[in-house]
């Protein structure tokens, strides 16, 4: 098991985090999620989205396998087989405790969107009309274990404008760290957050 130095001084570590340079990102290496049915899961995400299966292993009992979004790029799930699934659509808030709502995989443009959504709806995929969200154009479905997923184009794209573009930050009420964002360019603290030997919550 990892530790941590819990006397941290949060405001501190905030001011000294602001000084380092940021982390140089590239998209998302895999998103983990969870499926009963491994198989299912492989011929909709390879078979209907046309995200090639490119690595598989196992995860002691469990399968787990990655479909390429982009380079780098993928999603990943592992095989709970027998798990109960249950469905939800998109931004719907629930009493089950979650901590995911849904996954969005980037298209290029508006052509790619409506592509995509031909290519769902070719496949009897049940998917919506696009959906202007203002900066962002998307179309919803749901994949075979109900998982809620959006396709999604940048008609603003928020990860090329500068930090504190008010074109981007829409929210008319933002949280107290986003203030201090556009304010002084930084937050003013930091959580600390602890590793979980079981799970919390869930049985």
């Excluded at 819990?6 to 140089?24: E, G």
């Excluded at 709970?80 to 298209?107: C, E, I, M, V």
């Excluded at 443009?109 to 070719?122: F, N, P, V």
């Excluded at 994949?143 to 090329?160: K, R, V």
Aim: glycine share 6%; hydrophobic share 40%; charged share 20%.
């Amino acid at each position: 098991m990892a530790s941590v130095t819990r006397d941290v001084d949060a405001t501190a570590a905030a001011t000294q985090l602001a000084a380092r340079a940021l982390p140089t990102w590239r998209g998302v290496n895999h998103l983990a999620l969870v499926t009963p049915d491994m198989d299912a899961t492989v011929r909709f995400y390879h078979g209907v989205l046309g995200m090639p299966l490119v690595a598989t292993l196992m995860a002691g009992p469990m399968r787990h396998y990655f479909f390429k979004i982009d380079e780098s790029n993928t999603v990943a799930f592992f095989e709970w087989q027998g798990s109960d699934t249950f469905r939800k659509p998109a931004g719907w808030p629930t009493h089950h405790p979650l901590q995911f709502d849904h996954l969005s995989f980037n298209l290029p443009d508006r052509a790619a969107l409506l592509d995509m959504q031909d290519r769902l709806r070719s496949a009897g995929t049940e998917v919506t009309e696009v959906v202007d969200h203002g900066m962002i154009k998307s179309i919803y479905f749901t994949d075979p274990c109900g998982i809620a997923l959006e396709a999604s184009y940048w008609e603003t794209d928020a990860t090329a404008q500068p930090a504190g573009n008010q074109h981007t930050f829409l929210d008319p009420n933002p949280v107290p760290a986003l203030r201090e964002l556009l304010e002084t360019g930084q937050v003013r603290w930091v959580p600390q957050t602890d590793l979980v030997d079981a799970p919390v919550g869930i049985s």
